[in-house]
C-alpha cells in the first residue's frame, strides 16, 4: 500500500540557508506525490505535486522537490530559507482515491 | 472567492456532549474530506464524499462518529457522545471531480475540539 515516510519531525535553519525536507514513498507503483504546508492555525495549502512527466517539480514560493524512482523519495529544497518559510510541511501520496500524509515536519528559520 | 468554510473555528464542551461540525466545500467542487489531526496521530482521513455519496468511511474511529451530505454545499460531522480523546483539529477538505487523485485539495482553517 502507498505510504509516505518524512524524516526529522523537526527541522531548524538559519535565514538564507538552503532548506531541505526529506519524504521518502512506498508504492507498489508509481505514484502522486505532493508536498502541502501548513501555517500556524491555518489549514494545508498545496506546495507543489508530481503525477507524470518531469521530475523536478517546481511549487510556490520558491520551493521544488525532485522525484527520483531509484531512491524512492521525494524531498523537498529552497535554496535560500526566509523567515516566512517557518510551518509544518507534509509529504503525501494518493491510495484509492485518498490523500494520505506523512507525520509533518515542522520547519524554524532562524534570524 | 470564498474558500472552504468550517464552523465553529473553536468548540469546547463537556464529555458526553454532541459535538456538530460544519462545512462548506467551495462552490463546484465534487469531492468532501474530513480529516482529524493530533499530536500523537497526525493527519487522520476520516471520510469522503463524491457527489454527496460516501466512498470511504474506513477511517471513522467509531460508531460515535457519523457524517452526512445532505447536498453539494454542505456537510456535517457528529461525534455522540464526545470524549476527551475527540480533542483535535478537524479539517474538511474540497476537491474537483475524480477525488484525491489530482492532490489538489482545498482545505479550511479547521474546527478546534476540546472536550473537558
Known amino acids: 500500500a502507498q505510504s509516505v515516510t518524512q524524516l526529522g519531525s523537526h527541522v531548524s535553519v538559519s535565514e538564507g540557508a538552503l532548506v531541505l525536507l526529506r519524504c521518502n514513498y512506498s508504492?507498489?507503483?508509481?505514484?502522486?506525490l505532493f508536498w502541502y504546508v501548513q501555517y500556524p492555525n491555518q489549514g494545508l495549502q498545496l506546495l507543489l505535486k508530481?503525477?507524470?512527466?518531469?521530475?523536478l517539480v517546481k511549487g510556490i514560493n520558491g520551493f521544488e522537490a525532485e522525484f527520483k524512482k531509484s531512491e524512492t523519495s521525494f524531498h523537498l529544497t529552497k535554496p535560500s530559507a526566509h523567515m516566512s518559510d517557518a510551518a509544518e510541511y507534509f509529504c503525501?501520496?494518493?491510495?484509492?482515491?485518498?490523500?494520505?500524509f506523512g507525520q509533518g515536519t515542522e520547519l524554524s528559520v532562524k534570524p | 472567492d470564498a474558500g472552504v468554510i468550517q464552523s465553529p473555528r473553536h468548540e469546547v464542551t463537556e464529555m458526553g456532549q454532541e459535538v456538530t461540525l460544519r462545512c462548506k466545500p467551495i462552490?463546484?467542487?465534487?469531492?468532501l474530506f474530513w480529516y482529524r489531526q493530533t499530536m500523537m496521530r497526525g493527519l487522520e482521513l476520516l471520510i469522503y464524499f463524491n457527489n454527496n455519496v460516501p466512498i470511504d468511511d474506513s477511517g471513522m474511529p467509531e460508531d460515535r462518529f457519523s457524517a452526512k451530505m445532505p447536498n453539494a454545499s454542505f456537510s456535517t460531522l457528529k461525534i455522540q457522545p464526545s470524549e476527551p480523546r475527540d480533542s483535535a483539529v478537524y479539517f474538511c477538505a474540497s476537491s474537483f471531480s475524480g477525488g484525491a487523485e489530482t492532490g489538489e485539495l482545498f482545505f479550511g482553517e479547521g474546527s478546534r475540539l476540546t472536550v473537558l
Open positions: 508504492s507498489s507503483v508509481p505514484p502522486y
Open positions: 508530481y503525477t507524470t512527466g518531469a521530475t
Open positions: 462552490s463546484g467542487h465534487n469531492s
Open positions: 503525501a501520496v494518493t491510495r484509492k482515491g485518498k490523500l494520505i
